[in-house]
């Protein structure tokens, strides 16, 4: 479908186009090039970390942080349903079991009292979602970690960027994960990392990300022949991804700036429609509206409006319990009142970092029509 407003649209310049072009015209090192490392160096340092490595989706980074920590069958990992669904299939690939915990109301974060309610002697790790750029409670969410000697892995993948106390969300965990799928902060159209300062996870996350091989040589430039010393995948990016993501991460700040300035913009518009609820920002942090997400009591009706306008809106996220795979394939009946509740009146609206005024004006006039007209 052809919208007059889309949810998102990718924000690029020539300087991507730019570096994308040079790496195609080495006519070399397509894979396992130069600018792969240069762009870890570049998130590792933004990020405040001491690596990072480069996957092709977020996705697989989630899948290679678990099995490098060598959680597995047996294992339970405390996760939000209020998120995509790859932040619990993680636990899945690994044959360990995600268990759902719910989320509190101000940042839509998993609920610290709630994480300590599902602990159990089987639980290995906790994997919070700073969800839509808005960080969660990861300062009370690292303690109960530390205080139970779980691993902590936060996904970062809608919040690059965003900070807590200026600290990165990202670097409280024992490691994180990021996402450069087409609607995140900045994208290479497919594409995700991982940061960590552990420099051991690290070493092993290299060999599960590509072939169980040491990457002490390049592999295509060399004739000796390498050894493969534990199971791997191939779940690297190639060169002109990270050239792109290169391009993409120079205007890392003028990304958010302008997010943040939209999102002011919405707030000050819609916070005082009847019948909206604009989330507040919360004290000490930055948030970097990957979405601009908001609570309508009649969600469903006003998405239809607006679609009848041409105005693209989404439900992010519909609980990853109540999904066909895990309620009734893997047979989860799980209560979390505040996920459900949230994901019942929950809509994101069009957010890009290209968005006009005049676009926004007509996302706004459009719900205040509907708010003031509809029954
Ligand atoms: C919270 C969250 N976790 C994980 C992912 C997975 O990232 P990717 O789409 O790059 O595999 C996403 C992406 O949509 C996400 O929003």
Request: charge should be negative.
């Amino acid at each position: 479908m052809t919208w007059k407003i889309p949810l998102f649209k990718m924000y690029w310049d020539e300087d991507d186009v730019t570096e994308v072009n040079a790496a195609i015209r080495t006519g070399m090192s397509w894979a396992l090039g130069p600018q792969i490392p240069k762009f870890e160096k570049l998130i590792a340092d933004y990020m405040g970390t001491r690596y990072c490595l480069t996957f092709n989706s977020g996705t697989s980074a989630l899948h290679a942080s678990l099995l490098s920590y060598g959680i597995g069958a047996g294992d339970e990992v405390i996760v939000p349903s209020f998120t995509f669904i790859a932040t619990a299939n993680a636990a899945k690939f690994v044959g360990a079991t995600p268990v759902f915990a719910d989320i509190e109301e101000t940042t839509f974060g998993l609920d610290p009292a709630d994480i300590e309610a599902k602990i159990t002697p089987r639980t290995k790790a906790i994997i919070p979602v700073h969800y839509g750029g808005f960080p969660c409670r990861i300062g009370e969410i690292k303690k109960i970690a530390d205080e139970h000697g779980l691993i902590l892995i936060e996904d970062a993948a809608e919040a690059f960027g965003a900070q807590v106390d200026n600290i990165k969300a990202g670097a409280f965990g024992d490691s994180a994960i990021l996402s450069f799928c087409q609607n995140k902060i900045i994208t290479t159209g497919e594409g995700g990392a991982v940061v960590t300062s552990n420099r051991d996870f690290y070493e092993r996350m290299k060999l599960i990300r590509s072939h169980g091989r040491p990457d002490t040589l390049d592999y295509f430039s060399t004739t000796e022949i390498l050894d493969y010393v534990s199971l791997g995948y191939n779940f690297r990016i190639s060169s002109m991804t990270a050239a792109l993501g290169i391009g993409q991460f120079h205007k890392v700040e003028r990304i958010i700036t302008k997010r943040r300035l939209d999102a002011a913009y919405y707030r000050s518009k819609l916070q005082s429609v009847p019948g909206i609820t604009v989330p507040p920002e919360q004290p000490d942090t930055r948030t970097v509206y990957q979405l601009f997400s908001l609570r309508a009591e009649k969600r469903d009706n006003l998405m239809k409006y607006l679609e009848e306008k041409g105005i693209m809106t989404k439900i992010y996220f519909p609980p990853v319990h109540k999904t066909h795979y895990y309620q009734n394939v893997l047979g989860y009946t799980c209560k979390l009142p505040v996920t459900d509740a949230v994901s019942e009146d929950i809509i994101s609206l069009p957010f890009y970092p290209g968005i006009t005024r005049d676009e926004m004006d007509f996302v706004i006039e459009a719900i205040q029509e509907f708010e003031a007209t509809s029954p």
